[in-house]
């Protein structure tokens, strides 16, 4: 199993070795979704674009990504938990954070695409349960602050 798991990991572009692999990522495997995702993103320049940037990142990129991102995740709770609207100021600066983080190290993030993760959140009962575990509601807040940032940059598709 061990050794599928890093032929997989090659595959999906993460050039780390096991261990370094489990500090990074704990028990989640990224791999174990590689087929869906390239099945379902494959065909565009995003997903090529990830996969050159991730086959270079080192364990300490990788370190510094779930940081970020867990700063970012961080930021989107507080700003919901407060009871800001999605299209406040700081909702749409939390949910602008989040855009900025997925085209700094994966791919360039557009409004319209951003959109479409922000729907995804939603439509897809694991990233929903998964933002609804850090508070219930969140992932439709989520949601609506990507659209209410694409909305304000003046981009309504």
């Known amino acids: 199993t061990a050794i599928d798991q890093e032929m997989e990991a090659k595959k999906v572009g993460i050039q780390l070795t ?3 692999r489990f500090d990074v990522f704990g028990d989640f495997h990224p791999e174990d979704y590689a087929e869906e995702t390239e099945q379902r993103w494959g065909d565009t320049e995003a997903y090529r674009q990830s996969q050159r940037r991730v086959a270079t ?8 990504i779930k940081d970020e991102g ?6 989107l709770v507080a700003v919901f938990t407060t009871g800001s609207a999605p299209d406040s100021d700081e909702a749409i600066a939390a949910a602008e954070a989040h855009r900025q983080h997925i085209s700094r190290w994966f791919y360039e993030c557009s409004y319209e695409i ?3 993760v922000g729907d995804m959140y939603v439509n897809d009962n694991r ?21 209410a940032n694409a909305n304000r940059a003046g981009t309504n598709n």
């Open 70 to 75: 867990e700063e970012v995740q961080s930021s």
């Open 18 to 20: 096991p261990e370094e």
């Open 57 to 64: 990142y080192t364990k300490e990129d990788w370190l510094k």
């Open 127 to 147: 990233f929903r349960a998964h933002y609804d575990a850090l508070a219930l509601g969140l992932a439709q807040f989520i949601r609506d602050a990507t659209h």
């Open 114 to 116: 951003h959109r479409g």
